[in-house]
């Protein structure tokens, strides 16, 4: 989740339903380099069966992915490593996805309506108060929501095969199978079972940021950030304080690209950071994130203390001939936000859809256009918000000062506003001219004072 605000201005040139992410090195395919020619399929058809998909991974990307195939009559296999995988994660996930995604509300263990913004000489914001009744960001922890998804995918017939996927042989002629190689899970001894194959015609790799799927394809690599979090148990009248309420820490102490946050979970508080530049100093980060909490957490006791990679941005390649990567393992996590949820179930989802409609529902072979297909839309609608993240991270968190002025932006409510908007619904309602005229101003005068003030902290420590 995060960096609410930054997604205002993202918002603000959006068009389409949802939004997202980018980096430097991240070139969109693009919708209008070749003629399109309208015409019948010619891929074979698939005879006595229908087509065949493995998806490897069952977090939020596989799980969505899966669904959808089966759904769409589709032969499907979900290989996960972990059923009761319990993904490092902060679990906060935008109102749209309860909606989209059908999610029960039972899963959902807090309703956050409140958010703090602090900054580095800890000036606390209140970013909320534009909320309407029914608004709010949802919590979920990892566990729940991913098996929830992974079991809706198998309602709709997926196969779910629990096992280590390992390796795949590529096909030798165009229309042969991939051989998927794993491990099964041996449920007498828990350990790993038997090796085995699987031969299917596509995959989609949903199996996060060490995606081995992206290994076997050669899809390169990306600059990632490390995120270390501590679930902590705290007293029950500490935990009444964050019974509704995110924090979100902004400050070189807490992390020099990203942020420290302390996120409300059914009976206890996730407390963490992330960094891209100093991903050796991140215990220092994260003591720091602790100690501008400390009074709020007093009496705590750490419970679980994780670590994981979250990708920077999309990876070189995201599809191969009749392999396409999705989720983490295409890198598709919010610049600056660390947001991930939503878009990997979304990614996953939309890759599906791509293969269930290009097989015909199942019935003809697929090709790498048809994969193709969902890197263009995927591009289409998140390409942009990807690029005015990149810029608004570099301007805002650059150094403490712009940080400052980052959270005094906060305050103002048209900001908030607009924030809510395009982080709940991952679109944005026609913002107000003058508004957002008024905006500019406001933020231009905030960068300016900001920049006044490094030139004197400067001056001072030279
Ligand atoms: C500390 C931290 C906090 C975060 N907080 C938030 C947040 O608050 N909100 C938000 O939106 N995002 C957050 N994110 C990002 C979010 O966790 C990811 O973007 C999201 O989990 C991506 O989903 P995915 O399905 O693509 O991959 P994952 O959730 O990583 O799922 C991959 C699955 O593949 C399985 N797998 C991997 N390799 C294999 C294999 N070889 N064989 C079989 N199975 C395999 C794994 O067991 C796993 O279940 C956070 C990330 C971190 C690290």
Redesign the pocket.
């Known amino acids: ?1 995060a960096s609410l605000a930054l997604k205002t201005f993202v918002g603000l040139r959006q068009t389409s339903p949802e939004s997202h992410h980018s980096a430097a090195s991240f070139k969109p395919i693009s919708t209008h380099r070749r003629l399109r020619v309208v015409a019948g399929k010619f891929s074979p058809k698939v005879t006595g069966r229908n087509l065949r998909v493995a998806v ?7 799980g969505a992915a899966a669904e959808t195939l089966a759904k769409g009559g589709i032969e499907t296999f979900l ?4 059923l009761d ?1 319990c ?7 935008p109102l749209c996805m309860v909606g989209e995604f059908d999610l029960p509300l039972d899963i959902i263990d807090r309703r956050v309506t409140k958010m703090k913004m602090i900054s580095p000489s800890n000036v606390a914001v209140d970013i909320g108060k534009t909320l309407k009744p029914h608004e709010y960001i949802g919590m979920v922890r ?1 566990e729940v929501l ?1 098996a929830y998804l992974r079991d809706r995918a198998a309602e709709s017939g997926a196969t779910v095969i629990n ?4 390796k795949m042989d590529m096909p030798e002629t165009s229309n042969a199978p991939y051989v998927l190689h ?1 491990t099964g899970y041996n449920v007498k001894t828990g350990g790993a079972g038997e090796k085995r194959t699987l031969e299917v015609d596509a995959v989609i790799g ?7 799927v992206a290994k076997a394809i050669n899809a390169g690599d990306y600059e990632y950030a490390i ?3 501590e679930r902590i148990k705290i007293p029950d009248e500490k935990m009444q304080y964050y019974e509704n309420l995110a924090e979100m820490y902004v400050g070189d102490d807490v992390s020099p690209d990203f942020y420290g946050w302390v ?1 409300p979970k059914c009976d206890h508080v996730a407390v ?1 950071t ?1 960094t891209v530049t100093h991903k050796g100093d991140i215990k220092k980060f994260q003591s720091a994130t602790r100690l501008r909490a400390q009074e709020k957490i007093l009496g705590g006791k750490i419970i679980r203390v ?5 990708p920077e941005h999309p990876r070189p390649r995201r599809l191969s001939d009749r392999v396409a990567l ?4 295409a890198g ?2 919010t610049k600056c936000s ?7 179930a979304k990614s ?1 989802r939309m890759c599906a859809e791509a293969i269930v409609e290009g097989s015909e529902n199942g019935k003809r072979m697929v090709e790498e256009n048809d994969l193709r297909k969902y890197l263009e839309r995927w591009d289409k609608t998140y390409w942009p918000t990807y690029k005015v993240l990149d810029v608004l991270q570099k301007v805002f968190y650059r150094s403490n000062p712009a940080r400052e002025a980052f959270v005094e932006m906060c305050a103002d409510e048209y900001v908030q506003k607009m924030t809510f908007d395009s982080y709940l619904y991952k679109r944005v309602a026609p913002g107000n001219p003058l508004e957002d005229l008024k905006l500019a101003v406001n933020t231009i005068g905030s960068l300016v004072r900001a920049n006044a003030l490094r030139r004197e902290m400067e001056k001072l420590s030279t």
């Open positions: 989740m490897v991974g069952g977090g939020p990307a596989g290989i996960e490593r972990k995988n993904k490092p994660c902060g679990g906060a996930i990892r991913d096992g280590l996927f390992l794993y949903a199996d996060g940021a060490n995606s081995r995120a270390f979090q996120f963490g992330g994780e670590a994981h990679p979250i999705v989720g983490d393992a598709y996590v660390g947001e991930g949820i939503y878009f990997a996953g």
